[in-house]
């Protein structure tokens, strides 16, 4: 039984949550390179490069050629050999749904004009420069509906399955387990002598289904919540990180690729500026440690109580560079992050596990009095 129900879909949880992780490990790696303008696209050579680049989808061809338009340029993508999501809304402070992938007959459907970003190596093929995807780069594209500024977030934190346990295996697993399970309670349904072993295997068969079923029920409704905010954490974690990708390790500054230095400059309070939050919440951290806000550096604001000049890091000509405050040295706060994901997700797993405990218990206890009859 462990071995179907439970280690089978463990393990394809496992291969689940890794592949998310380097889907947002793509994501941040293409932050880093240069975001596609009409200026380096006539410098382009014949061995192309890695870019990113977004506009509105125009149209795609029976040739499985996807084109986007900016304002300066049409380019076309080569969708052979590559994986299309869409980034789902976000409507609240939460975890919203993983990107759903689009098979090649959803995007014919979009309408024109929808926002598309493309990451990946662009190069001449047939003649002209298309985005391609090769197995040493492969290539990215997201359709979604929010602006340029906020998209690195909401991939960051949508990049993750709600429920990991149920995956593509998971069916299959449960289905052979209860057949495996049914066959061993059949064998033994004759024998008085192995009463207990057909009672444990016809309750087994009904396992993945326990956590439902009251009174366990009530443990799998605060599991829920539990794993939903287990999620919310490991997602903080990644967001607390963004800002350091821009940064060389151990330096406070950096510079882009657009030529601006960027960095971050601590404050005991945060300035009021307008300068937005990194994390989706107000943190309560904030009231005990000091203030981290990250941008560029080439500008010098005015205090506003006048206390003289006030260096405020403010926006990056890239949409996709983190602007924003953290309420503490990014690398604790996200150790702090990830050791509060990973103890909520303990405790989830022991109350749905306590839920199933005393599920069984309470069947048992029925069984043997019915069999006793």
């Not at 795609?60 to 986007?68: C, M, P, S």
């Not at 500024?149 to 299959?172: F, H, K, Q």
Request: net charge positive; charged share 20%.
């Amino acid at each position: 039984m462990f071995f179907w129900y439970g280690l089978i879909p463990i393990a394809g949880a496992s291969y689940r949550r890794y592949k998310w992780s380097k889907f947002r490990r793509h994501f941040d790696e293409l932050r880093l390179h240069p975001l596609l303008d009409y200026s380096q696209y006539r410098q382009i050579g014949k061995d192309g490069g890695i870019f990113r680049f977004t506009g509105g989808f125009e149209s795609i061809t029976d040739e499985h050629t996807l084109w986007v338009r900016d304002e300066n340029l049409t380019i076309p993508i080569l969708l052979e050999n590559t994986q299309s999501w869409l980034l789902p809304m976000q409507e609240d402070e939460g975890v919203p749904e993983a990107p759903e992938r689009l098979k090649w007959n959803r995007l014919s459907t979009l309408t024109e004009g929808a926002k598309v970003f493309v990451g990946g190596l662009i190069k001449y093929k047939d003649n002209r420069l298309s985005f391609i995807s090769t197995k040493e780069n492969p290539l990215m594209v997201i359709f979604y509906d929010c602006t340029d500024t906020v998209l690195t977030d909401g991939i960051i934190r949508a990049g993750r399955t709600r429920n990991e346990y149920w995956n593509s295996i998971t069916p299959v697993s449960l289905a052979v387990g209860a057949m495996s399970i049914l066959y061993i309670a059949a064998s033994f349904l004759n024998r008085p002598a192995f009463r207990l072993t057909v009672i444990t295997a016809f309750i087994a068969i009904f396992v993945p289904i326990l956590p439902m079923l009251p009174p366990g029920l009530l443990f799998t409704v605060l599991y829920r919540r539990l794993a939903w905010h287990a999620r919310k954490y490991r997602s903080y974690r990644d967001l607390a990180k963004l800002p350091l990708r821009y940064l060389p390790p151990g330096q406070t500054s950096g510079i882009l690729n657009t030529g601006e230095k960027y960095g971050y400059v601590q404050f005991d309070e945060l300035p009021d500026s307008g300068i937005p939050l990194l994390l989706p919440e107000y943190p309560t951290e904030a009231k005990k440690t000091k203030w981290y806000v990250f941008g560029i550096l080439d500008s010098v604001l005015d205090s506003a109580e006048g206390s003289g000049n006030l260096q405020i890091p403010s926006k990056s000509k890239d949409p996709f560079v983190s602007f924003g405050a953290l309420p503490a040295e990014p690398h604790s706060l996200a150790r702090r992050y990830s050791a509060a994901a990973y103890t909520t997700e303990f405790l989830a797993w022991v109350v749905l596990l306590a839920g199933v405990g005393i599920n069984i218990t309470f069947i048992m206890m029925i069984l043997s009095l019915l069999w006793k009859l």
